[in-house]
Nanobody
Framework: QVQLVESGGGLVQAGGSLRLSCAAS????????MGWFRQAPGKEREFVAAINTSGNGRYYADSVRGRFTISRDNTKNTVYLQMNGLKPEDTAVYYC?????????????????WGQGTQVTVTS
């Protein structure tokens, strides 16, 4: 069992930055692929970024590539999402997720555990 707790969301002006953190409990964090998803009001949840177990494989949605960076620290059981150049369309609840075994990074159905989400609001 893995429990995930996100933090770091907030209100920021367009062009600003935020860093989201996701702290995981349990001893299996190091073997779990991790992902970030987001859901804006009235929209479906969408893939944002993912990272493999070692941290040397990173995957991004086209909408955030070049602005967001995903990373992980397996010694701290934590995954991060550094968000730069934020835009109003980035406004959403951001969720951290963990995948126990191989699967498509961008499919939310492939993930086994989810955090409660953290709100990110970007004003123009």
């Amino acid at each position: 069992q893995v429990q995930l707790v996100e933090s770091g969301g907030g209100l920021v002006q367009a062009g600003g930055s935020l860093r989201l953190s996701c702290a995981a409990s349990g001893r299996t964090f190091g073997s779990a692929r991790m992902g970030w998803f987001r859901q804006a009001p009235g929209k479906e949840r969408e893939f944002v970024a993912a990272i493999n177990t070692s941290g040397n494989g990173r995957y991004y949605a086209d909408s955030v590539r070049g602005r967001f960076t995903i990373s992980r620290d397996n010694t701290k059981n934590t995954v991060y999402l550094q968000m730069n150049g934020l835009k109003p369309e980035d406004t959403a609840v951001y969720y951290c997720a963990a995948m126990r075994s191989g699967g498509y990074y961008s499919r939310d159905s492939e993930y086994d555990y989810w955090g409660q989400g953290t709100q990110v609001t970007v004003t123009s």
